[in-house]
């Protein structure tokens, strides 16, 4: 059974920064395509951004491209997300998910395993 811990959330100034991690233990994990999700108050869950199992292919939400990057480790066991320029508007629970078929996905219904979300915060 895969588990998946992500760590990194916080309260942040509007233009700041942060860096999640999600560490993923019992499994493969270079067997993963790994992605990151978000759910603000009141809205559905949508897709934040992917990374393949070696890091070779990344997909990003329009509204993410240029502020955050995701990147893996796969000796760690870890995915990443940095955020940089954070708005307002990015105040969401972030879920990591990894999911063992196919290439990156935009659709949270394929990913089998979830992490219990971190909640990021961002004043303006």
């Known amino acids: 059974q895969v588990q998946l811990v992500e760590a990194g959330g916080g309260l942040v100034q509007a233009r700041g920064s942060l860096r999640l991690s999600c560490a993923a233990s019992?499994?493969?994990?270079?067997?993963?395509?790994m992605s990151w999700f978000r759910q603000a108050p009141g809205k559905e869950r949508e897709f934040v951004a992917a990374?393949?199992?070696?890091?070779?292919?990344?997909s990003y939400l329009d509204s993410v491209k240029g502020r955050f990057t995701i990147s893996r480790d796969n000796v760690k066991n870890t995915v990443y997300l940095q955020m940089n320029s954070l708005k307002p508007e990015d105040t969401a629970v972030y879920y990591c998910?990894?999911?063992?078929?196919?290439?990156?996905?935009?659709?949270?219904?394929?990913?089998?395993?979830w992490g219990q979300g971190t909640q990021v915060t961002v004043s303006s």
């Open positions: 998910a990894g999911k063992v078929l196919g290439g990156v996905s935009i659709r949270s219904s394929v990913y089998n395993y």
């Open positions: 019992g499994g493969t994990f270079s067997r993963y395509v």
């Open positions: 990374i393949s199992y070696y890091g070779e292919t990344t």
